[in-house]
């Protein structure tokens, strides 16, 4: 295995870390003893080795150095960094839209927590307003409990449009539909949860 790294390295001519021989060898050398065997082979004089920080890059012994080499060895090492700097890119456009999704969900839940407070409300206010023709009502509990009716349900229309908006910029993004988005992340509207904005609240 050590023969055929070497001759790998010495007919190639060029720098390469251990992956870049991994790969181009086609599995021909366990990935685990590939590092192992240049490393010999460096200490051997049969390879050299530069690191540029946590980056090594191994070279086949010359008998004089050539400005080729160099160069070479300087253009892998700009495309090593090239290639970690686009990772990590994508690695933050990933974690981006991860708290796109938890803040979606968030509004979400706050959405339908709104509703469900909003549908208690108004069955408690049809109640009082009921019990009203029957009986004496103290009117400042009725009007007390309209007044936070018309607050949740001005909750449960602010977190709604939130939610929506979310999803459609998130729509707009990957080019998908809002109900394709409402059933891909289980997102339940208001018809699914059977809650629906009271029309004087609308």
Same mark, same amino acid.
């Given at each position: 295995?050590?023969?055929?790294?070497?001759?790998?390295?010495?007919?190639?001519?060029? /720098?390469?870390? !251990?992956?870049?021989?991994?790969?181009?060898?086609?599995?021909?050398? /366990?990935?685990?003893?590939?590092?192992?065997?240049?490393? !010999?082979?460096?200490?051997?004089?049969? =390879?050299?080795?530069?690191?540029?920080?946590?980056?090594? *890059?191994?070279?086949?012994?010359?008998?004089?150095?050539?400005?080729?080499?160099?160069?070479? $060895?300087? !253009?892998?090492?700009?495309?090593?960094?090239?290639?970690?700097? @686009?990772?990590?890119?994508?690695?933050?456009?990933?974690?981006?839209?991860?708290?796109?999704?938890?803040?979606?969900?968030?509004?979400?839940?706050?959405?339908?927590?709104?509703?469900?407070?909003?549908?208690?409300?108004?069955?408690?206010?049809?109640?009082?307003?009921?019990?009203?023709?029957?009986?004496?009502?103290?009117?400042?509990?009725?009007?007390? *409990?309209?007044?936070?009716?018309?607050?949740?349900?001005?909750?449960?229309?602010?977190?709604?449009?939130?939610?929506? @908006?979310? $999803?459609?910029?998130?729509?707009?993004?990957?080019?998908?539909?809002?109900?394709? =988005?409402?059933?891909?992340?289980? *997102?339940?509207?208001?018809?699914?949860?059977?809650? *629906?904005? /009271?029309?004087?609240?609308?």
């Amino acid at each position: 295995m050590e023969t055929k790294v070497l001759e790998y390295m010495r007919q190639q001519n060029r /720098p390469f870390n !251990a992956q870049n021989v991994f790969d181009n060898l086609h599995g021909a050398v /366990p990935k685990g003893s590939v590092q192992t065997i240049m490393d !010999a082979l460096c200490a051997a004089g049969k =390879l050299v080795l530069k690191e540029y920080g946590k980056i090594k *890059v191994y070279l086949a012994a010359q008998t004089a150095p050539t400005a080729d080499g160099d160069e070479e $060895l300087a !253009a892998t090492v700009q495309q090593a960094a090239a290639q970690k700097k @686009d990772i990590q890119g994508q690695v933050d456009d990933v974690r981006k839209s991860l708290s796109q999704l938890e803040s979606k969900h968030a509004a979400a839940r706050e959405a339908k927590a709104a509703a469900e407070e909003v549908a208690k409300l108004e069955s408690k206010a049809a109640a009082l307003r009921a019990a009203s023709g029957e009986e004496a009502v103290d009117e400042r509990e009725v009007v007390a *409990v309209e007044e936070a009716l018309k607050k949740a349900a001005g909750t449960w229309r602010k977190r709604k449009r939130l939610c929506v @908006d979310a $999803l459609k910029t998130l729509g707009e993004g990957i080019g998908a539909k809002l109900q394709q =988005l409402c059933e891909r992340y289980g *997102v339940d509207t208001d018809e699914d949860c059977g809650h *629906v904005m /009271p029309k004087e609240f609308s």
